[in-house]
């Protein structure tokens, strides 16, 4: 197990510097004026020049990746009309736009957006496993097609439509109104400011859920395990929720880690239509914005979560189901 976990951790830094190398490529070398984007309107050429000089862009491409590579290790200082700013590590930039280190604000926007993302995670999971575990136990009955067609009409409706509907008619009257306050500052206000958010976007995904464990709860139950169990006297009950979960759970559990992931830097809907202030508004704002840096440093969380959300779920495998080994 520990060698697997060190060879997989080895492949993951592999995979994060090159995913650094190639957007830092895609950003910085595309035939764009970052420096005048960044800069703004009514900017003097010296700004510009300054910026340019301030990001290193007038470098050639090999001394700027090695020298955003080395800042996000060891730290980096930016020089800016004769000011000096320390980026400790890891410094993923300086935002001129905003004029802050890039860290610093991700590292503010990164709890609003776990946040939901958790919450929502908790509601989607145990809505959907449940109801797909009941579908699969009850196959073939109203139940089972009340469940599937419930999903298949929820998952027909887009997600941003869904989640504007209950912005506008539930939150502040049937729902608390959307606000962000940290968890360490009051977590009932925390809870209370989030139940919206978490409860559209857990229904919603909720919908996929439940099929994707209803069919893997009727594979389950049709092994030759379950089967014994029955022979044996075991209560049904035991049989499915004991025996039969545990082995459907598994592939449920690739799909819950990569959705988990993706969600980390892409819940811009739901950030933005409940107005809370997380990764994805950041990284959008600093799209319309061309803050290269700020874009920069959400590709590297994306890419960091991917990785390690892969690296939990092989190793939650051999919790889930002991027939799975790594090797």
Known sequence: MLSYILRRIATAISVIVVTMVASFGLFFLAPTDPAGAMCGRNCTPERIADITRSLGLDEPFLPQVTKYMKGVVVGRTFT?????????????????????????????????????????????????????????????????????????????????????????????TFLPRSEYTPFFDNPFAWASGLVAAWLILGLTNAAGYTRYARASMIESLGEDYVRTARAKGISERRVVYRHGLRAAITPIATIFGLDLAFQLTG?????????????????????SFFDLPVLMGAVLVGAVALVVMNLVVDIVYTILDPRVRLG
């Open 80 to 172: 800016s009309g004769g000011t000096t700013v320390e980026c400790s590590a890891p410094c993923l930039g300086y935002s001129y736009q905003l004029g802050q280190p890039v860290t610093k604000l991700i590292g503010n926007a990164l709890p609003v957006t776990f946040s939901i993302v958790i919450g929502g995670a908790v509601v989607y999971l145990f809505i959907g496993v449940l109801a797909g575990t009941v579908a699969a136990r009850l196959r073939g009955t109203s139940v089972d097609r009340l469940a599937v067609g419930a999903s298949l009409g929820i998952s027909s409706v887009p997600y941003f439509v869904v989640a504007l509907l209950a912005a506008l008619y539930l939150a502040g």
């Open 267 to 287: 819940a811009i809907f739901t950030e933005a239509i409940f107005g809370l202030p997380g990764l994805g508004v950041l990284t959008l704002r600093a799209f």
